[in-house]
């Protein structure tokens, strides 16, 4: 077998640490004493049932932190993968295989390898970096990087730019950056019928008939344009269910679970309301129970993308497109501190997926484009 690259050794390292959320198998403790042994002050942060970390190292001055996950998502049926999942090996073709190693311990080694070498480079270097590391993304998310900003919000620790690690990149490392990301509201609606039978309707109310008109102009309507920077509002309910399992029996009551993804143009308080407005107007006796997973939040052009946009052209040679795209990250959680945030990491095609898998070469070009990032702004 080839000499690994030192990102691609540490990669393999991480993967082969099964951490599915909120576990964290070690992972953490090994990247904390690379970092320790770079002049990095350590803040284990354990919250609940989930392992954390902060580091800092530097002075006054801007702030930059990288942060992202231990935890990867299960595995599936391990008959189903070719490889191993937490084997880690790179294959025929030059792919690291293993669960994590696109989402998002591959990043995770090349942020390590990059800030070794610039501080080996640059040990006077300006300012400050900062990891700010959990093993709660993939879950809940309660008691990960959205706790541990709150403590650093309480103690006015300063951060100006972020880099989160994960899986931005389309079809070559480094085409795509995350720039920010839209918001997720969900919620789970109950109506309210009166169950009888089925051959005596006049004497039930059939929640599936009353709410069926409401569900229908909810998934019609229109919530706003979007903007330069995000597509228009979204939609979409994604369970739906009612009935006593007996085909005699009108039900009682209906439960219908949807989500809105929204963008900078529509409110959280705003959305509410039209809901409400909705189903006020078909005369339905309904509950509604929200709940906020994120604001959206947008990073505009500025010195983080513009240092990052300059780190992948010096080493690829290739323009990025800013996206805002995709899910949820810690990104949003990072964002309310007033900070710059951008994502960037390498292929996304096959994260979650059974053979969970990166270009191994991607990596080192990954860690090389985090090093010039962190030279555009700190040397």
């Excluded at 006593?244 to 929204?262: C, D, H, Q, S």
């Excluded at 300059?310 to 949003?332: F, H």
């Excluded at 990072?334 to 990166?358: F, K, M, S, W, Y």
């Amino acid at each position: 077998m080839p000499t690994l690259s030192p990102t691609l050794e540490l990669a393999c390292d991480l993967i082969r640490r099964p951490s599915v959320t909120p576990v964290d198998e070690g992972c953490q403790e090994l990247m904390m004493r690379r970092l320790a042994a770079v002049g990095f002050a350590l803040e284990p942060m354990r919250i609940e049932e989930v392992d954390n970390f902060w580091a800092h190292r530097g002075g006054d001055g801007p702030v930059l932190c990288f942060a992202g996950h231990t935890d990867v998502v299960p595995t599936g049926p391990l008959q189903s993968w070719q490889h191993q999942p937490f084997d880690a090996l790179i294959d025929e073709q030059g792919m690291l295989c293993g669960r994590g190693a696109a989402d998002m311990k591959g990043s995770l080694a090349s942020m390590i390898i990059a800030v070794e070498r610039f501080v080996a480079d640059h040990p006077n270097h300006k300012g400050a970096i900062t990891f700010l590391i959990t093993s709660d993304e993939e879950g809940p998310a309660h008691h990960g990087t959205k706790a541990v900003v709150e403590r650093l919000r309480e103690r006015g620790e300063r951060l100006d730019w972020c880099i989160v690690g994960e899986p931005s990149s389309t079809t070559l490392v480094g085409d795509m950056v995350k720039n920010g990301r839209r918001g997720s509201l969900g919620c789970t609606l109950t109506v309210r019928g009166k169950q009888g039978h089925v051959a005596y309707p006049h004497l039930a109310k059939n929640p599936i008939h009353l709410a069926a008109p409401a569900l229908a102009e909810l998934a019609a309507e229109h919530w706003d344009n979007g903007n330069a920077y995000f597509p228009p509002t979204s939609f979409q309910v994604s369970n739906l269910n009612s009935g006593t399992g007996a085909t005699n029996v009108i039900p009682g009551e209906l439960k219908a679970v949807f989500n809105f993804r929204f963008s900078t143009e529509s409110t959280v308080e705003g959305l509410q309301q039209r809901v409400r407005a909705i189903l006020d107007k078909h005369g339905l006796d309904y509950e509604l129970d929200w709940a906020l997973s994120g604001l959206p939040f947008l990073t505009q052009p500025g010195d983080l993308l513009d240092a990052v946009a300059a780190g992948i052209k010096t080493v690829t040679g290739r323009e990025t497109t800013p996206s805002t795209s995709g899910g949820t990250s810690d990104g949003r959680f990072i964002a309310t501190l007033g900070t710059q945030v951008v994502e960037l990491g390498p292929v996304n095609a096959t994260i979650h997926q059974i053979d969970e898998r990166v270009l191994a070469s991607d990596l080192d070009v990954l860690t090389e484009i985090y090093y010039q990032t962190l030279v555009n702004l700190l040397a």
